[in-house]
């Protein structure tokens, strides 16, 4: 069971995250567990203040050093699992799916939703964490990366999806002799035939080599129309 610890200003935004879909599927099958920690419950200030000015001047507030790391320290002596540490930032590695692989293969995550104008860099020298952003663009805070980042993890974990292969048959997951994690091929279900649209004949065929053959073929094609740049070099 890999256990999640989230260190946050705003845990009321995670119960409903944590507890719908495929993220309350794996705990209800004890493949994972979430526990939820209040930044402020760990500050020394009797105002409960976690956050001050930035040194040099500018805008905004910047995480102090006291709160977060002592909130760490705390939260790690609470399993004796060794605790992947990651903080979410724009600074951080762009989040994909190796990322997500690998992740799911540890058996304890520890994410800090940073917030404001970000951490104080000591707590950077001092944790030696790992920094993952979700894209090159700015939110108000780290709360909605660090759902995206467990709800892109978690999946991945055996036993969370009820087919197998699903995982392994997605966007970004396909394997493929020439694409590195290319697009995912289209997707028909029933009616045959809406307002004139049909479905591809070979998906009736019933010769699975033959569907294989073409959602290969529609991968291909896909990436290179929409995502070139996933394409391995030949």
Same mark, same amino acid.
């Given at each position: 069971?890999?256990?999640?610890?989230?260190?946050?200003?705003?845990?009321?935004?995670?119960?409903? =995250?944590?507890?719908?879909?495929?993220?309350?599927? *794996?705990?209800?099958?004890?493949?994972?567990?979430?526990?939820?920690?209040? +930044?402020?419950?760990?500050?020394?200030?009797?105002? #409960?203040?976690? &956050?001050? #000015?930035?040194?040099? @001047?500018?805008?905004? $507030?910047?995480?102090?050093?006291?709160? =977060?790391? &002592?909130?760490?320290?705390?939260?790690?002596?609470?399993?004796?699992?060794?605790?992947?540490?990651?903080? +979410?930032?724009?600074?951080?590695?762009? $989040?994909?799916?190796?990322?997500?692989?690998?992740?799911? @293969?540890?058996? #304890?995550?520890? +994410?800090?939703?940073?917030?404001?104008?970000?951490?104080?860099?000591?707590?950077?020298?001092?944790?030696?964490?790992?920094?993952?952003?979700? @894209? &090159?663009?700015?939110?108000?805070g780290g709360e909605l990366p660090t759902m995206v980042v467990l709800d892109a993890v978690i999946r991945l974990i055996?036993?969370?999806? @009820?087919?197998?292969?699903?995982?392994?048959?997605?966007?970004?997951?396909?394997?493929?002799?020439?694409?590195?994690?290319?697009?995912?091929?289209?997707?028909?279900?029933?009616?045959?035939?809406?307002?004139?649209?049909?479905?591809?004949?070979?998906?009736?065929?019933? &010769?699975? *080599?033959?569907? *294989?053959?073409? #959602?290969?073929?529609?991968?291909?094609?896909?990436?290179?129309?929409?995502?070139?740049d996933l394409l391995a070099p030949r």
């Open positions: 069971m890999m256990r999640v610890d989230i260190l946050t200003l705003f845990p009321e935004m995670f119960p409903g =995250v944590l507890g719908s879909s495929i993220l309350k599927r *794996a705990a209800e099958k004890s493949l994972a567990r979430y526990h939820l920690h209040q +930044l402020r419950d760990y500050t020394t200030d009797p105002h #409960r203040k976690v &956050d001050d #000015r930035p040194f040099g @001047g500018g805008p905004g $507030m910047v995480l102090m050093c006291q709160p =977060v790391l &002592d909130a760490i320290s705390a939260i790690e002596a609470m399993d004796a699992a060794v605790a992947t540490r990651i903080l +979410l930032c724009p600074q951080g590695r762009k $989040m994909d799916q190796a990322l997500a692989h690998e992740l799911a @293969g540890k058996p #304890r995550l520890l +994410l800090v939703s940073g917030h404001y104008e970000g951490f104080d860099e000591r707590i950077r020298q001092v944790l030696n964490p790992m920094e993952i952003s979700i @894209g &090159d663009y700015v939110l108000s055996p036993g969370v999806l @009820g087919d197998h292969a699903s995982a392994g048959a997605e966007s970004f997951a396909i394997a493929d002799a020439e694409i590195s994690g290319g697009l995912e091929y289209p997707h028909y279900t029933r009616p045959r035939n809406y307002q004139g649209l049909e479905v591809p004949e070979v998906l009736t065929s019933g &010769d699975h *080599a033959a569907i *294989a053959r073409w #959602r290969a073929e529609q991968s291909r094609q896909r990436t290179g129309q929409r995502r070139p």
